[in-house]
């Protein structure tokens, strides 16, 4: 049989400069010496993209901090990210 899963749902509404990140766990739970990247570092690094760049140098700068924060270490899970920007 198939498993469903029940996501919720939000709306908001995005204005021209916005960007919106979407991405999998992988992203706040990869891990350096069993320290999570973790939410406060994504927002910390999303929010330091330049907004002058487009979506694809903004989602480059978080992969950027990510691998810079890994220090050379892989990925230990598949790691999905999207970043939308509205113009």
């Known amino acids: 049989g198939h498993l469903r899963s029940v996501y919720p ?3 908001f509404s ?3 400069g ?3 990140l979407l991405y ?3 992203l706040l ?3 350096r010496d069993e320290e999570g990247f973790g939410l406060e570092r994504l927002l910390d690094s999303f929010a330091a993209a330049p907004t002058s760049a487009d ?3 903004q ?3 978080v992969m950027g901090d990510l691998r810079d924060f890994l220090g050379g270490d892989s ?3 598949d790691l999905t990210a999207l970043v939308f920007k509205k113009t």
Do not use: F, I, K, N
């Open 14 to 16: 995005v204005d021209a």
């Open 75 to 77: 990925l230990q899970d």
């Open 55 to 57: 979506a694809a140098g």
């Open 29 to 31: 739970e990869s891990a």
């Open 24 to 26: 999998s766990d992988a």
């Open 9 to 11: 749902s939000t709306r």
């Open 59 to 61: 989602l480059e700068h």
């Open 18 to 20: 916005d960007s919106v």
